[in-house]
């Protein structure tokens, strides 16, 4: 259909213009109709195709798995059920140390692996999650930062690691607590296993038995060092207080610099 519509001019461009036939006239727009015929729904099948595409290969970030409330669900309750078991089966073996007065940690550990193998299995154990932080998580800041394999480079400057560190994962990190409200809590340090939205979950190496503690954010400050080949770690805190976040959500949050009247407390010791 090529022919002059009148309504065109009558309906629609009367709304726009206040002279209808200007656009026409200036050759802008027509006053015809081209019907074309449609693809069948082949762009509608396409897309749909594309979308199923993207579920399998997940390639997509927006893409959710079908179960995704269940298997979120499970998630939680798989790692409260390791915490708990890994707690209790660590008071558990303290006890039993105490019992039978072993003073070493190789002699608790022939114990329990002869009489008590299913508290030794449930036992963290502190050399196993060291890796994630010598081979992982150092590696993963060093790369952050750009400071480079053992090459002379730059530190960065402040405020970008600062940025970079507000956004950055510190699952494996090597925390520990240098300030607290809770006195109890001051010197605390191990490698992070979960860095939950209001604490971190880290397990800390002990005399007799590796535990698992849960560092809450919130009234704390921890501390913790990057280390840099041929060249002194370099130190950062964190101010539990500002990352009460969980990681994925801290990572496309933009932190800005604003008044801190509420972490005072920080700074006079007396107070804590």
């Not at 550990?109 to 932080?133: A, G, K, T, V």
């Not at 503690?213 to 950062?236: I, M, N, Q, R, W």
Request: with cysteine; net charge positive; glycine share 6%.
């Amino acid at each position: 259909m090529d022919r002059a519509q009148p309504f065109i001019k009558k309906c629609i461009l009367v709304k726009s213009f206040t002279d209808p036939s200007k656009p026409i006239d200036e050759k802008r727009l027509l006053d015809t109709l081209l019907l074309q015929p449609t693809d069948g729904g082949l762009s509608r099948h396409l897309k749909k195709r594309k979308a199923n595409l993207l579920k399998v290969d997940g390639s997509s970030m927006q893409v959710k798995h079908d179960n995704y409330r269940n298997i979120n669900k499970n998630s939680k309750v798989a790692l409260r059920a390791f915490i708990n078991g890994a707690r209790m089966a660590a008071a558990q073996a303290k006890k039993i140390a105490s019992d039978k007065k072993l003073k070493t940690r190789k002699e608790l550990n022939d114990y329990l692996r002869e009489h008590h193998l299913d508290i030794y299995n449930s036992l963290p154990r502190y050399e196993q999650y060291e890796p994630m932080y010598t081979d992982l998580w150092c590696k993963y800041m060093q790369e952050l930062l750009d400071l480079g394999d053992g090459k002379a480079k730059a530190k960065p400057t402040e405020q970008a690691a600062l940025q970079k560190l507000s956004m950055a994962d510190y699952n494996g990190c090597l925390l520990n607590v240098s300030k607290s409200r809770n006195t109890n809590m001051v010197g605390v340090g191990g490698i992070v296993l979960w860095d939950a939205q209001k604490s971190f979950v880290v397990v800390c190496k002990g005399r007799l038995v590796d535990t698992l503690k849960l560092l809450p954010k919130k009234g704390s400050v921890f501390t913790f060092e990057v280390p840099v080949e041929g060249s002194d770690p370099l130190p950062y805190s964190i101010i539990g207080d500002r990352f009460n976040y969980r990681s994925a959500d801290r990572a496309g949050r933009k932190f800005k610099s604003r008044c801190c009247d509420d972490l005072l407390y920080y700074i006079d010791d007396d107070t804590l």
